[in-house]
């Protein structure tokens, strides 16, 4: 930096900048400034367009084995509060932003996260062109990256991020996992001024703990799930051994296809069990099922991805987190007459959107299969429903951390299915997007007192 922006950063926040340098397999560059742990780290470039939540991103153990770019311009501004976490320690590699606010202002503020960042050794850089990095990342593919303020010589970084190991074909849900089953009750007190009490647990849940998100797991003891976790490569016996009413499968890190200890369990729990699962767990109900699986050219990763609902005509805005996905014609044959008359398969899966139709294929391990969501982005597929065993699946996140509520429904839907309602997923989902959130309850008080509300809902207004 030059004498000029030294002088201007000593009557700052700011600390006496060290250099930190972001390059990229293909050869590009980006200059910073450390905010974070001084180091030096390998993974994955991606980025994430979520406008608030950075705590819940930076500890989703989903992010193992990448270095995450947030493209909000201004990140630390409303600090940390541990309570928001989704692990006890963060499992990503590295962390780029364009500014780090190191003067947090929040009541619930209890740390800066350039001080997080620095407590559990999380590299970082700031001063980076993140517009420029997304439109590279986003034109030319996710990639291997280096982000180092300890060796700062491009050519020098070049070279060893071409010798780093790719993240395809990691077991990095292994590295996330508990270590042994517990049971989960925990939810945080200071989230009761915008969170309602739980519901009396009325399913016994198994959940696979592939890198599960806290909030997840908050969400299904609210939903009146009693909850036992367990390791992501345990035994389908071991779990029937525990007479659960439902299998949950979490979402987590890294390549589906390195983690067959979890899939191939899951092929023994289909048919004898509720099943339910979500981003990871999603591919691992997939792949139990026989399908493809593809790398997505940067992911899909934010909290405001359109995903259309097939059965409901709805569009949800969804929070995502994953660079792999579904190939939905891998899992079987169309079934035409349940499929719009339909017998061949599209690439492109915004084409039922447009027909209008939630088509089915024929499986031939599980029967039949409904492709229920699909993402209006890329028209990739977001959600699956077996037919004639008791089981569905999402690729994306409902429990909101970060991001919108619009998926909810899908704990309601699980709670449903375990009580073995077929009509399970037919839900309004404007309804219970705010269910469990203290402000519905509030706004339902409100709207019911109001002169306006008859007018509303007379339809004047509507």
């Not at 030096?40 to 153990?61: A, H, K, M, Q, R």
């Not at 367990?230 to 890190?253: I, K, Q, R, Y």
């Not at 767990?281 to 399908?291: E, L, P, R, T, V």
């Not at 970060?402 to 704990?411: E, I, K, N, Q, R």
């Amino acid at each position: 930096m030059s004498e000029i922006a030294n002088k201007l950063l000593v009557g700052t926040s700011k600390l006496a900048p060290e250099l930190a340098v972001l390059v990229l397999e293909d050869g590009a560059v980006f200059r910073g400034v450390s905010c974070g742990s001084a180091g030096e780290v390998f993974g994955e470039i991606c980025f994430n367009t979520s406008l608030e939540g950075y705590l819940e991103v930076i500890t989703d153990p989903s992010y193992a084995g990448q270095i995450i770019t947030m493209t909000y311009p201004q990140i630390g501004n409303y600090g940390v509060n541990l309570d928001d976490a989704q692990s006890d320690e963060p499992a990503l590699r590295g962390l780029v932003v364009r500014d780090m606010c190191a003067t947090p202002s929040s009541w619930r503020s209890q740390a800066s996260l350039p001080d997080y960042l620095r407590e559990r050794g999380v590299v970082a850089i700031e001063g980076v062109d993140t517009r420029a990095l997304v439109r590279h990342v986003r034109d030319c593919g996710a990639q291997r990256a280096v982000l180092s303020t300890v060796d700062v010589d491009a050519a020098s970084l070049l070279a060893k991020v071409r010798a780093s190991e790719s993240i395809v074909g990691q077991n990095l849900a292994a590295a996330v996992s508990c270590d042994a089953p517990h049971a989960f009750d925990t939810l945080p007190e200071s989230h009761s001024f915008a969170v309602s009490a739980p519901a009396a647990a009325t399913h016994r849940v198994v959940a696979y703990d592939c890198g599960v998100k806290r909030s997840i797991l908050e969400n299904l003891v609210r939903s009146g799930c009693e909850l036992t976790v367990v390791p992501w490569d345990t035994p389908a016996d071991e779990v029937l051994a525990l007479s659960p009413d439902g299998v949950f499968l979490s979402n987590g890190p890294g390549d589906p296809e390195a983690v067959e200890g979890t899939y191939s369990q899951v092929e023994k729990l289909l048919g004898r069990v509720p099943v339910f699962g979500i981003c990871l767990g999603h591919q691992m109900i997939s792949k139990a099922a026989g399908a493809g699986i593809e790398k997505l050219k940067f992911g899909h990763r934010g909290g405001n991805h359109p995903v259309m609902n097939l059965l409901t005509g709805r569009v949800e805005i969804t929070a995502q987190n994953h660079g792999f996905g579904l190939l939905f014609p891998s899992l079987g044959a169309l079934v035409p007459e349940l499929s719009g008359g339909h017998a061949k398969h599209e690439d492109d899966l915004r084409f039922w959107v447009r027909e209008g139709v939630s088509p089915v294929v024929d499986n031939e391990r599980f029967g039949r299969i409904r492709l229920t969501h699909v993402n209006l982005n890329d028209g990739t597929a977001e959600g699956i429903a077996f037919l004639d065993i008791p089981a569905f699946s999402v690729q994306y996140h409902p429990e909101a951390s970060p991001g919108p509520t619009d998926a909810h429904y899908l704990f309601t839907a699980f709670a449903r299915l375990m009580d073995k309602r077929e009509d399970y997923l037919d839900i309004d989902i404007a309804a219970d997007r705010l269910a469990g959130w203290t402000f519905g309850e509030q706004a339902a008080r409100v709207a019911g007192a109001s002169p306006c509300a008859s007018i509303t809902e007379g339809g004047a207004h509507a």
